[in-house]
């Protein structure tokens, strides 16, 4: 862990390209998903295929699509350095923001796209080549090239690992189901203002609590919602985005955080992943902190995720978080307003918006910051502080402020 | 008796298999859990690893642990792939084994009643059929029955 952060507020995000989310985007592909919000965020950017010297990204369902298959398939003329990732989405950034500082590239494609492939959901099943997409792909820790390859129900590599440790949150601080609700429902309330959102009916805590058991004690709506969809950004120096049209948001401090062991059934508890390591790097690289932020995105792929990065973060204590929400709740707005202020997650999260590892919440806050987030806007936002990934594998923090 | 590389293959035919782990799956066809240990700091791991993760020695050796242990994490799958019983919650526990803080392993527990199952529960080994394979699985120690009807 180091508090050095040269590259502080000097590169930034230049644009922003959207495919959009839905719950099935039917007869297409990955790559035309990924194209499609690759072309937008270049056009963002005011800029063209032989700006582009940079290409980093991937996908989770599928392993994701190389960058020589983006090169090739978006006919970029000259790139200096690429490499593919797997999520979330600060793997990506980072990746691009080292580069670009570094000058292995001048402008970066970020890309990420979810692709819904056999297996994944009754629709996508029903796809002929959606089962085909599925096929020869690694199952479970074998993804990781661990030697131990299960997956559930026998393991509790993902998923299960998530809701295995949200019992063991309950029953560690005498926590209950509407602390997990309280996530659920902010992100559905902040949803409705959200086009690309695929959930944005109302939810109460009655239906949340009533929702179908998956893992417990996780329900559906503590879990993110399936789409298909893509994000793709362009990464530059602040000086080159100053230069272009849209308004510039710079990465003020971005972090990673793993510690050993991180398998799920390993973790030594809590307070020991990857999480609480992600929020003190970000501390020490960061000059602005829980007071200066407008908006906050913590990750939301399981609503227990989110719920402990108020307590990793230090917006309150370990076990706090349940209280902190409530006592942070506005009823009128029926969602979070941390100190009457701060809104979470304003486009509704993985839980609503849709789930994309983190992509979702970072276009959402470039949004934001640029002051194009229309009914959503929060005005005069200027600090972002994001925190995607989860506990073990993947913790991940980023502060973002308007350029 | 160690079974040949040609029988753990064929015993599970679904499982990716290599030089190292094939010696877990080669003690789970003789009954045997076994965790990687150390001989250079007697430190235990799982899963099996070329080194020690405490000290990096490559002295490391599977063995087989005692079998006992507690629950240490807890969830009932209500769906998931074919195979098992989803109906009521098929439960999935990480069992921190008696040999040492921190060193646990991933498997159901049975012959134990819902309301009795929870984090903290004393527990032992015993074996299921999972594909025509013995596979390990933990029900509450014998020891506690008295005491806990």
Request: with cysteine; net charge negative; glycine share 12%.
């Amino acid at each position: 862990m180091t508090g050095r952060n040269p590259a502080k507020d000097q590169v930034a995000i230049a644009g922003v390209g959207l495919s959009p989310y839905a719950r099935d985007r039917g007869a297409t592909t990955e790559l035309a998903l990924l194209l499609e919000a690759a072309v937008a965020a270049i056009r963002d950017a005011g800029l063209t295929a032989a700006d582009i010297d940079g290409v980093v990204g991937g996908g989770l369902l599928t392993g994701g699509i190389d960058p020589a298959t983006v090169v090739s398939a978006l006919g970029l003329p000259a790139v200096t350095w690429w490499t593919k990732v797997p999520p979330p989405i600060m793997n990506h950034l980072v990746a691009a923001v080292n580069a670009v500082w570094t000058g292995a590239c001048e402008v970066a494609l970020v890309y990420h796209s979810v692709y819904r492939v056999g297996g994944f959901s009754r629709s996508a099943n029903a796809d002929p080549f959606r089962r085909r997409a599925a096929l020869g792909l690694p199952d479970g820790r074998a993804a990781t090239g661990d030697g131990h390859t299960d997956a559930e129900p026998w393991s509790m590599h993902g998923s299960a690992g998530y809701a295995a440790w949200a019992g063991r949150y309950l029953a560690e601080f005498g926590a209950s189901r509407e602390d997990f609700g309280r996530i659920a429902i902010n992100d559905r309330s902040n949803a409705a203002a959200n086009p690309n959102a695929v959930l944005r009916e109302p939810l109460t805590m009655a239906g949340y609590l009533g929702g179908r058991m998956v893992r417990e004690p996780l329900c559906l709506y503590d879990m993110d919602v399936p789409v298909d969809g893509a994000d793709a950004f362009v990464v530059t120096t602040a000086e080159r985005a100053r230069d272009l049209p849209s308004p510039p948001v710079l990465i003020h401090a971005a972090t990673m955080g793993m510690t050993a062991p991180p398998q799920e059934h390993l973790a030594a508890g809590l307070e020991a992943t990857g999480q609480p390591l992600a929020a003190r790097d970000l501390r020490a690289k960061s000059d602005l902190w829980l007071d200066d932020i407008d908006l906050f995105f913590p990750y939301d792929g399981f609503t227990i995720v989110a719920l402990r990065c108020f307590e990793s973060y230090g917006f309150c204590g370990p076990g706090e978080a349940g209280a902190f929400l409530a006592d942070n709740w506005d009823a009128v707005e029926n969602r979070i307003k941390i100190k009457g202020r701060v809104p979470v997650n304003t486009h509704g999260g993985s839980l609503s918006e849709g789930g994309s590892q983190g992509a979702g919440h970072l276009r959402e806050a470039v949004t934001q910051l640029r002051g194009q987030a229309g009914r959503r806007q929060v005005p005069g936002a200027q600090v972002a502080l994001l925190t995607p990934g989860g506990f073990f594998f993947n913790a991940q923090g980023l502060v973002l402020r308007a350029g | 008796m160690t079974s040949s590389d040609a029988e753990v293959l064929e015993r599970f035919p679904s499982v990716r298999l290599d030089h190292l782990n094939k010696r877990y799956y080669q003690g789970l066809l003789r009954h045997e859990l076994l965790a990687g240990r150390c001989r250079a700091c007697g430190t235990w791991h799982t899963p099996l690893r070329p080194i020690c993760p405490s000290c990096w020695s490559t002295e490391v050796t599977p063995a087989p642990v005692s079998g006992r242990g507690t629950v240490h994490l807890l969830t009932f799958l209500h769906q998931g792939p074919p195979g098992v019983d989803y109906q009521g919650g098929f439960p999935l526990a990480a069992i921190e084994l008696a040999e040492q803080s921190g060193l646990r392993v991933e498997a159901t527990v049975v012959d134990c009643p819902r309301d009795r199952l929870r984090i903290g529960l004393e527990v032992e080994l015993t074996w299921i059929d999972r594909d025509g394979a013995p596979w390990p699985a933990f029900r509450p120690r014998r020891a506690q029955h008295g005491t806990q009807p």
